[in-house]
Nanobody, 127 residues
Framework: QVQLVESGGGSVQAGGSLRLSCRVSGYIASGTPMAWFRQTPGNEREGVASRDSGGIEYADSVKGRFYITTEGTGNSVTLILQMNSLKPEDTATYYC????????????????????WGQGTQVTVSS
């Protein structure tokens, strides 16, 4: 098990940018599945971006605007979500997630895939 702590959320006007970070406590091997999700009140948590040894996937709603990457290796890994051209509909609590359930063959952006979760960071985009 690893511990995940998000930071970088805040309030921004439409068209602006934010950079979310997720610091990982514990060992993460290269290629370990990691992802960003978001959730608004009363709605399901939806996958935004993921990366693993097979590549990177984005939700259609954020393609060309959001970018997922990692910094560091081993016991010092940070998952990054660079968010550009933000829209009011991007307003949500953003969560990072790590480590896939064994034998997972479904979507890389499925909530059920991931075993470890952070506590979330709020992003608010005003028009």
């Amino acid at each position: 098990q690893v511990q995940l702590v998000e930071s970088g959320g805040g309030s921004v006007q439409a068209g602006g940018s934010l950079r979310l970070s997720c610091r990982v406590s514990g060992y993460i091997a290269s290629g370990t599945p990691m992802a960003w999700f978001r959730q608004t009140p009363g709605n399901e948590r939806e996958g935004v971006a993921s990366r693993d040894s097979g590549g990177i996937e984005y939700a259609d709603s954020v393609k060309g605007r959001f970018y997922i990457t990692t910094e560091g290796t081993g016991n010092s890994v940070t998952l990054i979500l660079q968010m550009n051209s933000l829209k009011p509909e991007d307003t949500a609590t953003y969560y990072c997630a790590a480590r896939s359930r064994r034998g997972w063959g479904g979507s890389a952006l499925a909530r059920r895939r991931y075993m470890d979760w952070g506590q979330g960071t709020q992003v608010t985009v005003s028009s």
